[in-house]
């Protein structure tokens, strides 16, 4: 407490509003493979929140016959019931992104310069010709006219300024510099000290933009009229080539101009993460599938990347090679510093290489001497009016190429090998500390409660490995089913007992239930009645009874346990069949067909043998509840005094929880103590606090049993 020392008001606060923190039930942990998304231990990547069937598609990718086990099937129909899983993606080493690579190119360009010693229309020019240019840009296919513009140069405009006695076209620069269409033909370094510079927005060996020049005035000009080159500057007017006029009355001249594309400069793009669902394809429907990259025309020096996901447009991005919308930076280079969530990409001089390191940025779009440096490039060609042909290289208006391009290349890193399927789904901690398969399910920040794996076959070396885990992170409940196929009821009996080709060792842990028999469910994505695992129907039952109930409710029966999506079981079940399945130390929880009510669950034990309150899923699912709610709501005890302040604020928090559990049907009766008989000297010695709660749990009524009593009608019943 703080002294005081004067007189005067203080004010102090201290919070004693402590409350119990909130807990989701229904929170479902997925272990299995996907075409495309983050893999758990990969890049510091973990198990993945997913809070919808839509988020769900757009991050793993659709379900499909070539991907093992239900995982992506389970995660829809869970998600039918709950907004919150994790999904895990595993993969093997094999794993490979999808990429594309985007060619860069030059732009067709045509220069005017501002140098008035060698920049002239000839002596033979009065000055007072009218002149009329033609500016035609098309496309790489040159099968389509971006635009055409028409821009006058006036009588009178020009004047006779240089060492030669021509005029200088200075004006011209600026009447082309300041009006052309931004749109579809930029303009550049239009100050009083520069080139402006003519160019067709479109960059590659395709495009192609032609410049007609044109005297209105009925004097027939002559060859020094006007002085020009091709190439990349046209009109630079230096004299190193004639651009010859005809004889016609109104004189015209014109040049084309060709663009480039590079050999060795690329837009490398590549997914965002490994997978073949990132391929670009064609479904059995004839849909679109996969990912492409589109790029597409932009008025100056950046383009517009579109980037199509299943053939739609899901992303758009502005940027170039230009350092102040530099596409490394708009996109990203990394998953790290990622803006899309599909693809990232870097300019690379070699397909499929790592990033150029000493492309930072591509600054020399506006550069009028020195290009793209020491970087070789394509010749590019340009062709005036009389056919003639000149060649050039060190491009200026480096851009990536028009086109659309499609992702390849991509794989899901499946193992073919089942063997190598169960160690990926399994996983491990990753020499980084990052946790792969079932592992995942481990880290902080996963608060899963129920988990399944489901992958049908010989995969019991999984399912022990999540039963194990739930064990020993008292976290969640594991859901396990006998493979498909399995056989009779004896059968599945057989495998839960060990005693199976496909098991080896029993299953006996409160933290593990067992469904059975496998269920028909109709597949919207291809149009098919599949067989699903039972423990994903389990598992959404159990994200049910939390929605209408709370989670020691039996997911079970028909209140909370009825499968409406199902039409059919795999094996049908009598009275017999479900009493074999479910007593006699056996631990299996049947999935019924009734005639009138359905299919309905109709079991609730966890798959441990001994005959104790939690053999029930009802009990369990209370404790691994209110274990995560002590635990959240008392963590600011830790450092602590350790003394009877403390240890009745302990009480206070908990004892709220139990009381609301209480009246909502979970248990019938409780105590909490924290006192010197469970703080005992040597406890607090040891710098521990103890809490004992004790509980009675409140139990199912499984069995329901009706006793008719037949009397004589001279006995005495009542009322």
């Not at 969530?341 to 001089?349: A, M, R």
Request: glycine share 10%; proline share 4%.
């Amino acid at each position: 407490m703080a002294k005081y020392l004067s007189p005067g008001n203080y004010f102090v606060e201290v919070d004693r509003s402590d409350y119990p923190a909130g807990v989701n039930s229904s929170v479902v942990g997925i272990i299995g493979f996907a075409s495309k998304g983050p893999i758990a231990g990969k890049s510091g990547d973990k198990a993945t929140l997913i809070t919808s069937q839509e988020n769900l598609i757009d991050t793993f990718g659709e379900p499909s016959e070539n991907i093992p086990g239900q995982g992506i099937e389970g995660a829809l129909e869970i998600l039918e019931a709950t907004n919150s899983t994790y999904f895990v993606r595993c993969a093997a080493t094999s794993a490979a992104e999808a990429s594309a690579a985007i060619p860069m190119g030059a732009c067709p360009a045509v220069a005017v310069s501002a140098n008035p010693s060698s920049s002239y229309i000839g002596t033979a020019d009065t000055g007072n010709r009218d002149y009329r240019f033609t500016i035609t840009t098309y496309d790489n296919a040159r099968s389509q006219v971006l635009n055409s513009k028409v821009y006058s140069v006036p009588s009178g405009t020009l004047s006779q300024t240089n060492a030669n006695g021509g005029y200088s076209i200075d004006a011209l620069r600026k009447v082309l510099g300041g009006s052309l269409d931004a749109d579809r033909i930029g303009a550049f370094g239009t100050t009083a000290d520069a080139s402006a510079f003519i160019v067709n927005p479109i960059a590659g060996s395709g495009a192609t933009m032609t410049v007609t020049m044109e005297s209105t005035t009925a004097t027939t000009p002559t060859a020094s009229d006007w002085r020009g080159v091709s190439g990349l500057q046209p009109l630079d007017l230096s004299g190193n080539r004639h651009v010859d006029w005809n004889s016609a009355a109104k004189a015209t001249s014109s040049i084309t101009v060709s663009g480039g594309t590079f050999s060795d400069l690329y837009y490398w793009t590549r997914s965002l993460y490994t997978g073949a669902g990132y391929n670009e394809g064609t479904t059995p429907a004839g849909a679109t599938s996969g990912t492409s990259v589109e790029v597409n025309v932009n008025g100056n020096s950046n383009v517009v990347i579109q980037v199509n996901t299943e053939g739609t447009a899901a992303e758009t991005f502005k940027g170039g090679a230009t350092s102040s919308v530099f596409l490394e930076t708009t996109i990203g280079k990394t998953n790290v510093d990622a803006t899309s969530k599909e693809i990232v990409g870097y300019y690379t001089s070699a397909q499929g290489n790592a990033a150029v390191a000493s492309v930072t940025s591509i600054d020399n779009f506006y550069d009028l001497t020195t290009g793209i440096g020491a970087m070789a490039v394509n010749t590019m060609s340009t062709t005036d009016g009389s056919g003639t042909v000149s060649a050039f290289s060190d491009p200026r208006f480096i851009k990536p190429v028009q086109g659309t391009y499609s992702l390849s290349g991509g794989d899901n890193g499946i193992p073919t090998e089942s063997a190598a399927q169960e160690a990926s789904l399994i996983g491990q901690i990753e020499s980084d500390g990052g946790r792969s398969g079932i592992e995942a399910l481990d880290e902080e920040g996963v608060p899963v409660k129920i988990a399944i794996a489901p992958i049908d076959g010989a995969f019991d070396g999984v399912q022990n490995a999540l039963i194990t885990k739930a064990e020993a992170s008292q976290k969640f409940l594991a859901l396990v089913s006998p493979p498909a196929a399995v056989g009779k009821p004896s059968d599945a009996i057989d495998w839960t007992n060990g005693k199976s080709t496909d098991r080896t060792a029993a299953i006996n842990s409160s933290y593990a239930a067992v469904y059975w028999p496998w269920v028909k469910t109709f597949s919207v994505f291809d149009g098919k009645d599949r067989w699903y695992g039972p423990e994903i129907f389990a598992a959404r039952q159990m994200a049910v009874t939390d929605n209408v109930s709370r989670p020691w409710f039996a997911p079970a029966g028909l209140q909370r346990g009825r499968l409406t999506k199902p039409v059919d079981v795999e094996v049908a079940l009598n009275q017999g069949d479900r009493d074999s399945l479910y007593s006699g130390g056996n631990i299996i929880n049947p999935i019924t067909k009734f005639d009138q009510d359905g299919i309905v669950i109709f079991g609730q034990r966890t798959a441990q043998r001994s005959n104790t309150a939690t053999n029930r899923i009802n009990i369990r699912r209370m404790l691994i509840d209110l274990r995560d709610t002590i635990v959240n709501s008392t963590r600011q005890f830790a450092f602590e005094p350790n003394d009877r302040f403390t240890w009745d604020q302990v009480v206070n928090v908990i004892a709220p929880i139990l009381d609301e559990m209480k009246r909502e049907r979970g248990v019938t009766e409780f105590k909490v103590i924290c006192d010197e008989t469970t703080n005992t000297p040597i406890r607090v010695d040891r710098n521990e606090l103890w809490c004992k709660v004790l509980l009675k749990p409140t139990k199912t009524a499984e069995v329901v049993v009706f006793e008719i009593n037949v009397t004589n009608q001279s006995a005495q019943i009542g009322k």
